[in-house]
């Protein structure tokens, strides 16, 4: 992932730490409790049985009408804790987009999870047919009965790991993404390695992400047969495939996913945030091609963090790049309109062009926004509109 601080470290830092003691107030007053998730049964017809999937939406979901990326996850009832809770701060932060969380229950994991069916492991052998329940029953059902953008994510630990390794060499287009934990890599004498080859001999190029992590005492065995694999990708290194491996230090087989899950979606959505060219020479057109590119991958509430924006727009302030900081500062007003300081900021950058008739309409938002959230700052807000007033009648 792109380190959007790097370049003027001092400056950068000093202008963030002050946004972020000038929005904590906000934070406490405007978060409210949701619920987690919900849970419904559906009956599957390919598998002759009723499974349970749990369900969290995104927290405007029902107050918005955009369409969201939907994370498939396996083990739903276990992981959908940890992995709701990343999801909410990571969402919050911008280092990811809003997604719906689709967790499948567990039934029989030897059954599902595994590729093929092994003497004496009772059961194992059912991952065609769980893969075709995913892929023909539980993805259109919940692409008809939730607003779901075409960006889908796979994430699986250990033997449900395997399964999502298996589904990306089985059917790499089914799935954008994949967040791998500690998978069983040693199932049936690596069968998943030697078929990682053939696949990687004909597939040359893909348009895929995936992450593996392991916990660092998690075992020489599974973490040696997942290293395996992962120098098959390294030898082959197909074009267009983004992938990263780690260890999480001090974790073992059932810690590391809190971590796992945290970090690969932060390298998975890594591309929301701005090249580090565009902070060291900032181009309006790159940048609004930029926000259009996250906003058509990742769905229309895709968004960079507030303090990329801030940043960015207040150094350009500094430099007397004006319509540059209006242009990052008015995308930072419609990713976040809800922080009175974001439309004073825009106002200021907008009296420094001398646009007095847009600062005065940009203070008197901020103004608004103060008032319904008692930021404090309402006296500051009414002295700025009357005295951009007298300017403007004089212009």
């Known amino acids: 992932m792109i380190n959007p601080f790097l370049g003027n470290i001092k400056k950068r830092l000093v202008t963030l730490l002050s946004f972020l003691l000038c929005a904590s107030p906000l934070m406490a007053q405007v978060q409210t409790p949701i619920p987690l998730a919900s849970s419904f049964s559906m009956h599957s017809h390919v598998l002759d049985e009723d499974r349970t999937i749990v369900v969290a939406l995104p927290a405007d ?54 590729p093929s069916s092994v003497e004496g492991v009772p059961y194992s052998g059912g991952d065609k047919t769980f893969l075709n329940f995913i892929s023909s029953e539980l993805i259109p059902y919940i692409e008809l009965n939730y607003r779901t953008h075409p960006y889908r994510l796979l994430e699986g630990h250990s033997l449900a790991g395997l399964f999502a390794v298996n589904t990306f060499l089985e059917n790499s287009q089914l799935f954008d993404a994949y967040i791998v934990m500690s998978p069983a890599m040693w199932w049936n004498n690596e069968e998943m390695t030697e078929k990682g080859k053939s696949f990687f001999k004909t597939h040359t190029e893909l348009n895929s992400s995936i992450y593996f992590g392991i916990g660092s005492e998690d075992g020489q065995g599974m973490k040696n047969e997942l290293g395996r694999f992962v120098e098959v990708i390294r030898q082959y290194s197909p074009k267009g495939l983004d992938w990263s491996h780690r260890e999480i230090e001090n974790e073992g087989h059932m810690s590391a996913p809190l971590l796992t899950n945290y970090y690969g979606l932060k390298f998975v959505f890594s591309k929301l945030q701005l090249p580090e060219e ?18 058509a991958t990742y769905g229309e509430d895709a968004k960079q963090s507030e ?89």
């Open 61 to 114: 979901y029902a107050s918005s009408n955009a369409s969201y990326p939907v994370l498939y996850l396996l083990d739903g009832e276990q992981n959908i804790w940890h992995v709701a809770g990343s999801v909410e701060v990571l969402t919050r932060t911008g280092a990811m987009p809003p997604v719906i969380i689709v967790g499948v229950k567990s039934e029989n994991r030897m059954r599902d999870y595994t």
């Open 307 to 395: 303090g990329n924006y801030v940043t960015l727009g207040l150094e350009l302030i500094e430099e007397g790049n004006y319509e540059g900081a209006i242009t990052v500062l008015k995308r930072n007003t419609q990713a976040y309109p809800i922080y009175p300081a974001n439309f004073a900021w825009l106002a200021d950058a907008y009296e420094k062009n001398e646009e007095y008739t847009m600062a005065i309409e940009t203070y008197s938002s901020a103004l608004t926004k103060s008032k319904a959230i008692n930021f404090g700052q309402e006296q500051n807000y009414i002295e700025n509109i009357e005295r951009l007033s007298k300017i403007a009648q004089t212009e």
């Open 278 to 295: 565009l902070w060291e020479k900032f181009d309006r057109e790159k940048f609004l091609a930029h926000e259009k590119m996250i906003m």
